[in-house]
């Protein structure tokens, strides 16, 4: 899954976003939206690209 922030802010689990801000989620982990403004989000899901190049850091975002 992925979150692309259009407008406002919010918290996705622990993780603050902002305008601009896109995220990769592993499709497992319950996602909590909470936003502290009105804010827009394109959520997409995608099928799961794990073994497909992409180390674990990767799918789980910790590298850019």
């Given at each position: 899954?992925?979150?692309?922030?259009?407008?406002?802010?919010?918290?996705?689990?622990?993780?603050?976003?902002?305008?601009g801000?896109?995220?990769?989620?592993?499709?497992?982990q319950?996602?909590?939206f909470?936003?502290?403004?009105?804010?827009?989000?394109?959520?997409?899901?995608?099928?799961?690209?794990?073994?497909?190049?992409?180390?674990?850091?990767?799918?789980?975002?910790?590298?850019?």
């Amino acid at each position: 899954v992925f979150v692309y922030v259009l407008s406002g802010s919010l918290r996705l689990s622990d993780r603050p976003l902002s305008v601009g801000d896109q995220i990769r989620a592993d499709e497992e982990q319950r996602l909590l939206f909470h936003a502290q403004v009105d804010s827009s989000i394109i959520l997409v899901d995608v099928p799961s690209s794990k073994g497909f190049g992409y180390d674990s850091e990767t799918l789980k975002g910790v590298r850019a």
